[in-house]
């Protein structure tokens, strides 16, 4: 491997929290009536907002985006937290001379909100976000037009998730896929992969031993 690719939310970030306190708070303003359930919450987790909010709102996504954005970027501090090891695992592969990059399905503006906090973030040589592609994942388009500006070859590139569309995207783009072991109310080793990490410690590893 000599380029690693990796997804934010759930993966380098626990942003469960945000994502679904956001959630509840567009839910609490425009149907809060509506009896959301943990599966429910659970759900919105990897999905890009496009897709939640039309099943169940109508309001048009502009009103329903800006309340959402709103409360998120109030609450980044509140709830947001790196995972175990992520910070020494960035600057150990930077060390290592991978070449280091993210495709996520946040939008650019939300992108450096979340990760803003965070200086690890500016050790990656490239990030693709929503707004520089026309289709989110599971298509693989955000991942090949990283791997196109980094000059990756497929088979020297993995790329990191938490969920289902980032495996399919990574399988569609023809790469290698890990997924982390902590996604929260979810398990999806039945996926797979070609890694399924316990811990960042264990990726390095891993990484330093298949160059």
Known sequence: ???????????????????????????????????????????????????????????????????????????????VTPFQDVEWMIKTLKDSSFQLGIVTNRFKDSFHEVTEPFPFFRLFDLSVCLDDIKNPKPDPEGILKAMKELNAKKEDTIYVGDNESDFLAAKNAGIKVALVSWSFGRDFSYLHPDYFLSSFKQFVKEMQNDR
């Not at 679904?20 to 919450?41: A, T």
């Not at 309340?67 to 501090?77: A, G, M, P, V």
């Open 1 to 79: 491997m000599k380029t690693i690719l990796f997804d934010v939310d759930g993966t380098l970030l626990n942003t469960d929290m945000l994502i679904i306190r956001s959630y509840m708070h567009v839910f609490d303003k425009f149907r809060p009536d509506y009896p959301l359930s943990i599966q429910e919450l659970i759900s919105f987790l990897g999905p890009v907002l496009k897709e939640v909010f039309p099943r169940y709102f109508s309001e048009d996504f502009d009103t329903l985006f800006a309340e959402y954005h709103q409360y998120s970027k109030k609450n980044i501090k509140r709830f």
